[in-house]
Nanobody, 117 residues
Framework: EVQLVESGGGLVQPGGSLRLSCTVS????????MSWVRQAPGKGLEWVSS????????SYADSVKGRFTISRVDAKNTLYLQMNSLKPEDTAVYYC??????????RGQGTQVTVSS
């Protein structure tokens, strides 16, 4: 059974930082590209960032480029998202996902990130 468990969300002030983690099981983590996606209140899913199998290639949505960093540690079956310079518009539930991320069964249950003063 594929399991993805996100952690690290919370309430942070604008300009602050958070580091999200996602621990996975039930599949060969090192063989899959992984992604972070988010869903803001009342909006649809938005792709945030992806990292290739092996970690050699990363990509980011324009809205987070230069502020967020995706990484992975295959030995720990863990995916990370370092989020800096957070803005109120980053408020959302953040999900980690194995490819293809569009399939709900490939996503975790999410962790809430709230950016507010």
């Amino acid at each position: 059974e594929v399991q993805l468990v996100e952690s690290g969300g919370g309430l942070v002030q604008p300009g602050g930082s958070l580091r999200l983690s996602c621990t996975v099981s039930g599949f060969t983590f090192s063989s899959y590209a992984m992604s972070w996606v988010r869903q803001a209140p009342g909006k649809g899913l938005e792709w945030v960032s992806s990292i290739s199998a092996g970690g050699g290639s990363t990509s980011y949505a324009d809205s987070v480029k230069g502020r967020f960093t995706i990484s992975r540690v295959d030995a720990k079956n863990t995916l990370y998202l370092q989020m800096n310079s957070l803005k109120p518009e980053d408020t959302a539930v953040y999900y980690c996902a194995k490819s293809p991320w569009i399939r709900s069964e490939n996503r975790g249950q999410g962790t809430q990130v709230t950016v507010s003063s």
